[in-house]
């Protein structure tokens, strides 16, 4: 296998004083899809959060494409090739469709996402580019979500909960986008409480309980049975 | 009364010109510039002073104070406001507030309480009649269209330009900006800056129009905060009308008796508070 993209070597990340994540070894390759399952608390988000530079990790514990990149500010990390949705959607309000969109090129990253691209994954926001992007409904908010994240070109893409709060048939419309995505090689991590949909994307798993990796293996080869025990701890 | 409403436009130019720094800071950073005023009148002094010592008439003064003004201003927001900037108001607020005082005490310093004045070769004497009894002064012409220029532009480039979407992006999502792979510390910077432009602008018209003295800054920042609170607080035409309200407010007050003027437009701000506590038009979150 080809070396990893993005590899973390005894993770630890703290909120001030609190310690919330303890030695996590995680690695992410080229093309890979992995979900990350857990529990509220378990410590998804704020693995994400170290990864896109948010919150500062020491430099060795967080490699990207083969360089410490622990400790590197956001908008460098975003450079590097490395996107994500954040939870709860988060798009600019004071932004139509369009802006959200544009915004995600902000990085200047060259690759196959434009605003055409874009508008060919999800037609619905070519008819509502001009709208308030507060305007849409919580489907359509993710797809801009999702939309202005792949406006940079990464090579990583970090979704975090992004079934959160829609309906399922929404989530299904926008998991199935998944494959068209990284069809041309694009790493996802999937950040989930969902067992049944993470499992069903991804390729390989990383539970997390109380900060610390549970449980790793490949998808289809971990039964319910080890992933509840891992994921409420029973 | 036609008079009094023109008279009190005009002064309201001056005001929207002190307000729009202001705003824009308020509006990208939520960080009130306590020191608006006294950075307003150290700008007067340092026209005042290119003029005594290089000669140059107003237009080349702005042309030089401009690019001073921006670099100034980018270097205080990363170097002093940039640290102070959190959840809590408080840091900025102590800090501005400080620095309002040592700007005050070292024009003193240097330059004594007199106040002083630029000249314009007679440009603040200038006026012209409509009819027979209505004559308008050519600078405050000249200020309340710079005003509107100035409010137009920075609607049109927080609008239309993407340096205004990434002003409007970390005001409304500091972090998510940042993932989209902006320096929320330059993006501050850059914004100060241009608001440094506006202050230097207003210091140059005041210091044309009337006098400036160390102590005069408190209340120039006075006017400007009511503008900016009737108007609403980020909002850069709502920032203007809030001006003129002002303005005529004052303009009336001082119809009624000399001494009215300055608290009639404080007792419009404290009406206009009380029925619309957002100011007019308040800047809409989603």
């Not at chain 1, 959200?100 to 999800?122: C, E, P, Q, T, V």
């Not at chain 2, 401009?66 to 900037?85: C, D, E, H, K, W």
């Not at chain 2, 607020?93 to 314009?120: C, H, K, W, Y």
């Not at chain 2, 970390?170 to 432009?197: H, N, P, Q, R």
């Amino acid at each position: 296998m080809s070396s990893a993209i993005i590899e973390t070597n005894k993770l630890n990340a703290h909120y001030g004083d609190a310690k919330v994540l303890f030695d996590i070894d995680f690695k992410l390759y080229p093309g890979e899809i992995i979900g990350v399952l857990g529990a509220n608390g378990a410590g998804k988000s704020t693995f994400l959060k170290a990864i896109t530079g948010l919150l500062k990790v020491s430099p060795e514990m967080y490699t990207l494409k083969g360089k410490h990149a622990g400790g590197m500010e956001p908008g460098d990390i975003v450079k590097q090739g490395v996107a994500m949705v954040p939870e709860g959607r988060r798009l600019f309000p004071s932004m139509s469709v369009e802006e959200n969109l544009l915004m995600g090129s902000f990085a200047g990253r060259k690759g196959r996402w434009d605003l055409k691209a874009i508008y060919d994954l999800f037609p619905v926001l070519k008819e509502k580019r001009n709208v308030p992007s507060t305007s849409l409904s919580g489907g359509q908010q993710q797809m801009v979500a999702i939309g202005r994240a792949l406006m940079s070109n990464p090579e990583v893409l970090l979704c975090d909960e992004i079934s959160l709060g829609l309906a399922p048939v929404i989530i299904k419309d926008i998991y199935d986008s998944l494959p068209n995505i990284v069809s041309d090689g694009m790493s996802v991590v999937v950040v989930e409480q969902d067992v049944t949909v993470s499992q069903k994307c991804s390729q390989r798993l990383y539970c997390l309980q109380e900060g610390r990796v549970s449980l790793e293996g490949k998808s289809d080869e971990l039964t319910r049975e080890q992933i509840s025990q891992a994921y409420f701890g029973i | 009364m036609i008079e009094t409403i023109i008279q009190g436009l005009l002064l309201g130019g001056l005001y929207c010109i002190f307000a729009l720094g202001l705003s824009l800071m308020f509006g990208v950073m939520r960080l009130t510039n306590i020191a608006l005023g006294d950075q307003i009148i150290i700008s007067g002094f340092i026209a005042i002073g290119i003029a005594a010592i290089l000669g140059l008439n107003v237009l080349l003064i702005g042309i030089c104070i401009l690019p001073i003004a921006f670099i100034s201003g980018y270097l205080f927001q990363r170097m002093v406001l940039n640290p102070t900037l959190s959840k809590d108001p408080l840091p900025s607020l102590v800090v501005t507030f400080g620095l309002s005082i040592v700007i005050q005490n070292v024009l003193q310093e240097v330059f004594s309480a007199n106040p002083r004045s630029l000249d314009s070769g007679g440009l603040n004497t200038e006026s012209f009649s409509i009819g027979a009894d209505l004559h308008i002064g050519v600078l405050p012409v000249i200020i309340f269209i710079t005003a509107i220029i100035c409010t137009y532009g920075l609607q049109l480039l927080f609008a239309k330009t993407a340096l205004g979407r990434s002003f409007r992006a970390v005001s409304d999502d500091k972090e998510v900006a940042e993932l989209m792979g902006m320096s929320a510390k330059k993006v501050y910077a850059t914004a100060t800056g241009i608001a440094f432009c506006l202050i230097a602008i207003a210091g140059i018209f005041q210091s044309i129009r009337t006098t400036v003295a160390p102590a005069d800054g408190p209340s120039l920042l006075l006017f400007a905060f009511e503008a900016v609170i009737i108007g609403g607080m980020g909002s850069f035409w709502g920032t203007f009308v809030g001006a003129m309200v002002l303005g005529i407010s004052q303009q009336i007050g001082f119809k009624f008796d000399p001494g009215w003027g300055i608290w009639f437009g404080h007792l419009v701000f404290i009406i206009i508070l009380f029925i619309k506590p957002n100011g007019l038009f308040p800047k809409t979150k989603g």
